[in-house]
C-alpha cells in the first residue's frame, strides 16, 4: 500500500493519450454552465460509459474462468495424430470457463441447472475448443428444439418471470429429456463450487490418427477435488448468502495456490463398432456404459492462473465447438452439427467481425488466412496476397489433412435417428435412479423433483410428467404422485 502512496500517480489522458485537466468537473461557461461540446474529454467518457456493454451470451450469461495448462500423460498417437496430444508431458495452454446456463449475468452461482465447462486449448495447430457441460448428457437431441427447451427455461414473453410451468411443459412433451432431468434434479444439479465437479464433452467426437484410422470417442474431466454438492436447501441458503458463491470460491483457491485439476479419460469406440451398438452412440441424450467402453486416462487439466480483466478475458471470450484441430472431428451427432454453425455465429454478433483478434480468443499460432478488412480489424499481414491463388508465395492449404467424414445414404429426411435395438428414452435414467444413486440420492431426487414441480405447475402438466416418471422407474413415479398429492397409479403398460 504504502509504495502507491509514494509513487506519483500518472496524468490522466482521454484514450486517444491527449492529457486531462481535470478528473471531477466538466468544461463550462461560467460555474453555472452551459457545457461546452469541445470538453472532447468528459463526453468521451459518458459516451464510452454508455457503450461498455456487450450483449450478454443468450445463454450461459454467468460465468467465471481462469487460466491453466493441460498436459498429456499416456500416448494416444495410435487413435489420434493431433499434435498437443503427441508427446507424453506436453503441456497446452487453455482456457476454462465454467456458468449457469439459464440466469442472467447478475444471477446467482448456485441455482439448479447444468454448468457449462468450456475449454479453448491454445495448441500448436491452432485453438481447439471442447465447449461441454457437467453432464455427460443433454435434454435434447436435434437442434432444431434448442433455442424452445431454451425459452422455456428463461423468462417469459408476458411477465418476463421465469416459469416451472413452461419447464415441465416443454420436459413433459418431450421424453428425451428425461435422462438429463432426472441427472438435474439429483444434488448433481447444485454442485457445491465449480471446482467440485466434473466436465464433459458430452458429444462423441472423432479422432484420426496418422494413418488415417478414425475413431469415436468421448471426453470425461474428473474432478481431482471429489465430487461434492449442495442439497436444495444448502444450494438455496448459499443463493441467498453469496450469489457469486461459485465465483469467489474459484478465484480465492487459485490465488492462495490451491490449483484445481481434473484427470482426462477417454472412451474410445473403434469406428465399425457404431452401426450395430446397442443404441445409437452418437445420440446426446445417452451414456456409453462404462461395461461396453472403459475409459483410459490421457491427461490432466490444471488451472493455476486468475484473469486479471474479467471483462477483457472472460466476457469476450468466444468459444466454438467449430473449432477442431486436425486429428479430431465431429461426429454424426446433429446436436454437435447444429452447434458448429451456432457459435461463431453468436460471436459475430456479441463481439464482432473480428472477435478472433481480441487476445483472449487469439491462437497462439501463426495466422496465415484469407480473410480481411471488416470492423475493427487490427492484426494485418502487410501487402501480403490477399487471394488464393497467387504467385507471390502466399499461404497454400495442407491437401494431406484428413478430413473428418463419415459415409451417408445422402438422401434427404427430417427424421430421428436410424434405430438401434435401445434407443428408447427411459432405460438409462431407470439405470441412474436404481444403480447410480444411492438411497440417499434416491430421497434427494424425489424431494427435489416433487418441490421443483409444486412451483405453479399446471395439474394437467404434473401429470403427463408423472407418467415419465413413471416409465423411469415406478417406484419413483408413485413417490412423486405422493409426494405431489396426486391419486395417479399408472401402471407402465398404461401409460406407453
Ligand atoms: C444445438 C444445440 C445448442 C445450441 C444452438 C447452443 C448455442 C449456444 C450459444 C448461442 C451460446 C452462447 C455463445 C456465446 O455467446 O458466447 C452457447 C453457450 C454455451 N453452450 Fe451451447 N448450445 C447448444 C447446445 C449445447 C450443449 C449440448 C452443450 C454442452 C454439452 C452446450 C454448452 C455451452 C456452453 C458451456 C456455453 C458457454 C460457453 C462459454 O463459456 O462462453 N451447449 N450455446
Known sequence: ??????????????????????????????????????????????????????????????????????????????????????????RTPVLLRFSTVAGEQGSADTVRDPRGFAIKFYTEEGNYDLVGNNTPIFFVRDPSKFSDFIHSQKRMPGDDMRSSNAQWDFWSLSPETIHQVTFLMTDRGTPRTYRHMDGFGSHTFMWINAQSEKFWVKYHFKTEQGIENFTDAEAKAMTAEDPDFHRRDLREAIDKGDFPAWRLDMQIMPFADAANYRFNPFDLTKVWPHS?????????????????????????????????????????????????????????????????????????????????????????????????????????????????????????????????????????????????????????????????????????????????????????????????????????????
Do not use: C
Open 292 to 496: 461396453d467402453y472403459p475409459a483410459i486416462t490421457v491427461g490432466r487439466l490444471v488451472l493455476d492462473r486468475n484473469p486479471e480483466n474479467f471483462f477483457a478475458e472472460i466476457e469476450q471470450a468466444s468459444f466454438e465447438p467449430s473449432n477442431m484441430v486436425p486429428g479430431i472431428g465431429p461426429s454424426p451427432d446433429k446436436m454437435l452439427l447444429g452447434r458448429l454453425f451456432s457459435y461463431p455465429d453468436a460471436h459475430r454478433y456479441r463481439i464482432g467481425t473480428n472477435y478472433l483478434q481480441v487476445p483472449v480468443n487469439q491462437p497462439k499460432s501463426e495466422v496465415h488466412s484469407y480473410n480481411k478488412d471488416g470492423s475493427m480489424r487490427y492484426r494485418h499481414n502487410g501487402n501480403q496476397p490477399v487471394y488464393a491463388p497467387n504467385s507471390y508465395s502466399g499461404p497454400q492449404a495442407n491437401p494431406n489433412i484428413i478430413e473428418p467424414g463419415w459415409e451417408t445414404d445422402g438422401a434427404l429426411v427430417r427424421s430421428a435417428y436410424t434405430l438401434h435395438a435401445e434407443d428408447d428414452d427411459f432405460g438409462q435414467a431407470g439405470t441412474l435412479y436404481r444403480h447410480v444413486l444411492s438411497p440417499e440420492d434416491r430421497d434427494h431426487l424425489v424431494n427435489n423433483i416433487v418441490n421443483h414441480m409444486s412451483q405453479g405447475v399446471e395439474k394437467f402438466i404434473q401429470e403427463r410428467a408423472i407418467k415419465l416418471w413413471y416409465q423411469v422407474d415406478p417406484d419413483l413415479g408413485t413417490r412423486i404422485a405422493q409426494g405431489l398429492g396426486l391419486a395417479i397409479s399408472l401402471q407402465v403398460e398404461e401409460v406407453k
Open 1 to 90: 500500500m504504502s509504495d502507491q502512496f509514494e509513487k506519483k500517480p500518472p496524468v490522466t489522458t482521454t484514450d486517444a493519450g491527449i492529457p486531462a485537466t481535470s478528473d471531477e468537473h466538466s468544461l463550462s461557461v461560467g460555474p453555472n454552465g452551459p457545457l461546452l461540446l469541445q470538453d472532447h474529454y468528459v463526453i468521451q467518457k459518458m459516451a464510452q460509459f454508455n457503450r461498455e456493454r456487450v450483449p450478454e451470451r443468450v445463454v450461459h450469461a454467468k460465468g467465471s474462468g481462469a487460466f491453466g495448462y493441460f498436459e498429456v500423460t499416456a500416448d494416444v498417437t495410435k487413435y489420434t495424430s493431433a499434435a498437443f496430444l503427441n508427446t507424453v508431458g506436453k
